[in-house]
């Protein structure tokens, strides 16, 4: 039930293009849902996170879509560069049990 | 930079020992999370510490445990290794568990079990 899905393992895309991946979670006590960003060899670092109470959240050209009666969310990156080729992982997080629960994760590679 | 540091970057051991590795928040953050990454598991969370209390569990065997120290730094000890052992550890620090979403991680020690 603390689960949160992932989709797909790997997406290439073309410079300037679209990236979009997906995730769909089943626990409705999460209370955020961030995005991470995992360059090779680097730790993942916080990209854009969500409120459960927000349909869309953009910053630059990376937004968060959020639909709770599907729960379910997305990340979308806009014009796509060749320099957001990395590991994606979204996640739920839970104030009370204070933990971050990460999807398996997206490689990314942008084609340029 | 993250601000959180990690130690050491690489290990490589034999099956049945034991290894530390110690991590050392960002400047000001109470908290810090362990996380084990596998190519099979993806990243799991092992353990949380906030001011040198436990504050939550996860995935974490009885072998492995840790620590927050009164300078908040934290060691994650893992003991009797197995081969399944095998994988990239981070430490990650956020503020305070209000904010437990954005969390700041560390580069990571890869250990290698032979």
């Known amino acids: 039930q603390q689960q949160v899905k992932q989709s797909p393992q790997s997406l290439i895309v073309q410079k300037g293009g679209i990236s979009i991946i997906n995730c769909a979670y089943e626990?409705?006590?999460?209370?955020?849902f961030p995005w991470y960003q995992q360059f090779p060899g680097k730790g993942p670092a916080l990209l854009i996170a969500?409120?459960?109470?927000?349909s869309e959240k953009k910053e630059g050209r990376f937004t968060i879509s959020f639909n709770k009666s599907a729960k379910q969310f997305s990340l979308h990156i806009m014009d796509s560069q060749p320099g957001d080729s990395a590991t994606y992982f979204c996640?739920?997080?839970?104030?009370?049990?204070?933990?971050?629960?990460f999807g398996q994760g997206t490689r990314l590679t942008i084609n340029p | 930079d993250s601000g959180v540091t990690q130690t050491p970057k690489h290990l490589i051991t034999a099956t049945g020992q034991r290894v530390t590795l110690r991590c050392s928040p960002r400047?000001?953050?109470?908290?810090v999370y362990w996380y084990q990454q596998s190519l099979d598991q993806g990243l799991q969370f092992l353990i949380q510490y906030y001011n040198g209390e436990e504050r939550a569990k996860g995935n974490i065997l009885e072998r492995f445990s840790a620590q927050q120290f009164p300078d908040l730094h934290s060691e994650l000890n893992l003991s009797s290794l197995e081969l399944g052992d095998s994988a990239l550890y981070f430490c990650?620090?956020?503020?305070?568990?209000?904010?437990?979403?954005?969390?700041?991680f560390g580069p990571g020690t890869r250990l290698t079990v032979t």
């Open positions: 990650a620090s956020s503020k305070n568990p209000g904010q437990g979403y954005e969390q700041y």
């Open positions: 626990n409705t006590a999460f209370d955020y």
């Open positions: 996640a739920g997080s839970f104030q009370g049990a204070q933990k971050l629960v």
């Open positions: 400047s000001g953050d109470l908290s």
């Open positions: 969500i409120r459960p109470d927000v």
